[in-house]
């Protein structure tokens, strides 16, 4: 009897140790799931590093500081807009490929991510060592010339540079940028022998253009307009499929005699690859709210930026098109960097 008894009290006694061990099993899973929620909602918990693939000044620039913007409103956290041009913008890009995969240090790049891969020999992979969040926006390039050149006209330029082959200087933002892509299609598809000049971004390219060192370029409304209004340069036309919002009155390159000339530059936010899917996700989400918002869409449109706010699904499977497009018209045009 007294066995059994004792058998008795200790079952009890266990089972009531293994109640209090499952309680606090299940404690120990409630506060581990709120920590991850708690980490969630607290990104970022220090300041924001967007590095720029291109110098200050220009498009990939503008819109890096303002998305910067929108994230330290929305987080309370300072952006920092840090530019790293050169190399086609390879040494942006190598940095943010390198980087701790934790959403505080992203990359905005251009269409030039996507072109840079048939230059050169790259130690990181534009698709695969990168975490897309966002295609920001998608931008025409402005066709323009310096004043002094006797032409108004996509027409007009073409007999102009026909008869001056070898002489007339394009500057660009650099080797494989958009810009270069540009002048290499009017070469190809209008028959002319436009000389590219590389720089180390917008801006300084198109300072040379005002100064009239070069006779012209294809670049950003953000960076051209400006000099435009001013009577600084003069615009012939958009090189995108077609017209500018911010530039309704001029007209496509391909509307202007190049038939079938289309180029649309973008802009995009990247992470590292490994970036947890809930940063990709926070990152996006403000992304994809400014872009939707009124204000926004109509500050971005008067600088000739189309919204666009994609998924990073979406922009993903973007990066790979636009991979395989560009590198094709690299390879068939033999461009090749410095």
Not at 300 to 326: H, I
Request: charged residues 15%; aromatic residues 6%.
């Amino acid at each position: 009897m007294y066995g059994g008894f004792g058998r008795v009290i200790l079952t009890a006694e266990t089972e009531k140790m293994n109640k209090t061990m499952c309680l606090r099993y299940i404690g120990l899973i409630l506060f581990s799931a709120a920590g991850g929620a708690w980490a969630q909602t607290t990104f970022p918990v220090k300041p924001i590093r967007i590095v720029v693939a291109l110098a200050a000044g220009g498009g990939v620039d503008t819109s890096a500081r303002m998305l910067g913007q929108k994230f330290t409103d929305a987080w309370g956290q300072q952006v920092v807009a840090e530019n790293r041009p050169g190399a086609g913008g390879t040494i942006a890009t190598e940095v943010v490929a390198r980087a701790a995969p934790d959403g505080h240090t992203l990359l905005m790049t251009s269409m030039g991510h996507t072109i840079t891969p048939a230059m050169y020999k790259l130690s990181y992979d534009n698709i695969k060592d990168f975490s897309p969040i966002s295609l920001f926006v998608q931008s025409a390039s402005v066709l323009s010339v310096h004043p002094s050149l006797p032409v108004k006209s996509v027409k007009e330029l073409q007999a102009f540079a026909k008869s001056k082959p070898n002489e007339l200087l394009f500057s660009s933002s650099g080797n494989g940028s958009g810009q270069h892509l540009t002048v290499e299609m009017l070469n190809r598809m209008a028959g002319l022998q436009l000389v590219h000049v590389p720089y180390k971004g917008t801006a300084p390219s198109i300072l040379d253009l005002v100064a009239g060192r070069v006779s012209g370029s294809a670049a950003s409304a953000i960076s051209t307009m400006p000099h435009v209004r001013a009577g600084r340069l003069r615009a012939l036309a958009v090189t995108g499929a077609k017209r500018s919002p911010s530039a309704p009155d001029l007209p496509t390159i391909a509307e202007g005699g190049v038939p079938g000339f289309a180029l649309d530059q973008w802009y995009g936010l990247l992470a590292p690859a490994g970036t947890p899917k809930d940063v990709v996700a926070k990152l996006n989400g403000e992304i994809v709210k400014m872009t939707a918002d009124a204000a926004s869409k109509e500050r971005l449109m008067t600088m000739g930026l189309d919204p666009v706010g994609s998924t990073p699904e979406a922009f993903t499977a973007y990066l790979q098109t636009e991979t395989v497009k560009w590198g094709k018209l690299v390879r068939d045009a033999g461009i090749r960097a410095n």
